[in-house]
């Protein structure tokens, strides 16, 4: 079992930044590949980026050149760092961790992006 807690939401203004972070516990060494994804009020859960157990990136296009995507392994925590936000940006971000044993999630944490 793998567990997933992401903190750092909130509201910022319109270009603005934020950094959500997702701590893992558990059998994380089950774990291939971590990312984060969002879901906005009345839309489909989407995916915002992903990171590979060999540190590879993918992101969506809409996060391209604002957002990124790292690991502090010390810590079993994943970050995403959020620059240039936008009102569309807002929805509730849940961490992602995929592994051999299944696939979990966290409980989400609220970002809102508003004047």
């Known amino acids: 079992q793998v567990q997933l807690v992401e903190t750092g939401g909130g509201l910022v203004q319109p270009g603005g930044s934020l950094r959500l972070s997702c701590a893992a516990s558990?059998?994380?060494?089950?774990?291939?590949?971590m990312g984060w994804y969002r879901q906005a009020p009345g839309k489909e859960r989407e995916l915002v980026a992903i990171?590979?157990?060999?540190?590879?990136?993918v992101y969506a296009d809409s996060a391209k050149g604002r957002f990124t995507i790292s690991r502090e392994n010390a810590k079993n925590t994943v970050y995403l760092q959020m620059t240039s936000l936008k009102p569309e940006d807002t929805a509730v971000y849940y961490c992602?961790?995929?592994?051999?044993?299944?696939?979990?999630w966290g409980q989400g944490t609220q970002v809102t992006v508003s004047s």
């Open positions: 990171m590979t157990r060999t540190e590879s990136t």
């Open positions: 558990g059998n994380i060494a089950m774990i291939n590949n």
């Open positions: 992602n961790g995929d592994a051999s044993s299944g696939n979990y």
